[in-house]
Antibody, heavy 122, light 108 residues
C-alpha cells in the first residue's frame, strides 16, 4: 500500500519561501510510471494543481504559479519537494502531495497525502 | 485551461434518498473525468475514474455517467458517511489538471 506524507513548516513569513517535502512509502519513486504532484486547497475552497515531477526530474508547473514554483526529487530518500517563493497570505492553504499513473490518456490521482496546512503570516 | 463547473454548490438530501451531482467541462474531456469525495480534515478520496468506473473499494451506490462535457455522479441511497464535498477533475487536456469547485452534500 502506497503512502504519502507531507512535512514542513506550518508557518511561513510573507515574502519568504515555502518548502515542503513528500515522503513516499510502499513504493519507489524511481521505479517510474508515475507523476508525483503537489496540489493545494485554500481554506474552505477547491483544489488547485501546482505541478508534478517525474523520477527523472522532469517537471511541469501550473502556468498560474510557474514563476514561483520549483519541484525537485530525491530518489535516494524516496521524496519529492515543493518550493514556492515570495509567498503572500494568498498562499495560505492545505498542501497535498499525490500520485498519478502515467498513461496516454491521463489518469486520476489515486493516492494522496493527508495534507499539511501552511499559513503565511508575519 | 479547461474550466470545470459543478452544480449545485450545495445539495440538501435526506438519508436514504438519491443525490445527483453535475459537472460540466468548458470543452470536451472525453471520458477522462474523475470524482473525489472529501470529508472535513481529510484528503480527497478517488471514487470514480473514466467517468463511470468505480475505484477499488467504492460501494456500488456510487455511479458516474457522461462523456464529453457533461457528467453526473449519482449516489443512489445516501448513507450517513456520504455527507461530504464532492469534486470532479478532468485529466484529458493537461497540464494543468483542473478541478471543479465542489458540491457539498448536506443532511436535509
Amino acid at each position: 500500500q502506497v503512502q504519502l506524507q507531507e512535512s514542513g513548516p506550518g508557518l511561513v513569513k510573507p515574502s519568504q519561501t515555502l518548502s515542503l517535502t513528500c515522503t513516499v512509502s510502499g513504493g519507489s519513486i524511481s521505479s517510474g510510471g508515475y507523476y508525483w504532484s503537489w496540489i493545494r486547497q485554500h481554506p474552505g475552497k477547491g483544489l488547485e494543481w501546482i505541478g508534478y515531477i517525474y523520477y527523472s526530474g522532469s517537471t511541469y508547473y501550473n502556468p498560474s504559479l510557474k514563476s514561483r514554483v520549483t519541484i525537485s526529487v530525491d530518489t535516494s530518500k524516496n521524496q519529492f519537494s515543493l518550493k514556492l517563493s515570495s509567498v503572500t497570505a494568498a498562499d495560505t492553504a492545505v498542501y497535498y502531495c499525490a500520485r498519478e499513473r502515467i498513461a496516454v490518456a491521463g489518469t486520476p490521482f489515486d493516492y494522496w497525502g493527508q495534507g499539511t496546512l501552511v499559513t503565511v503570516s508575519s | 485551461e479547461i474550466v470545470m463547473t459543478q452544480s449545485p454548490a450545495t445539495l440538501s438530501v435526506s438519508p436514504g434518498e438519491r443525490a445527483t451531482l453535475s459537472c460540466r467541462a468548458s470543452q470536451s474531456v472525453s471520458s477522462n473525468l474523475a470524482w473525489y469525495q472529501q470529508k472535513p480534515g481529510q484528503a480527497p478520496r478517488l471514487l470514480i475514474y473514466g467517468a463511470s468506473t468505480r475505484a477499488t473499494g467504492i460501494p456500488a451506490r456510487f455511479s458516474g455517467s457522461g462523456s464529453g462535457t457533461e457528467f453526473t455522479l449519482t449516489i443512489s441511497s445516501l448513507q450517513s458517511e456520504d455527507f461530504a464535498v464532492y469534486y470532479c477533475q478532468q485529466y484529458n487536456n493537461w497540464p494543468p489538471r483542473t478541478f471543479g469547485q465542489g458540491t457539498k452534500v448536506e443532511i436535509k
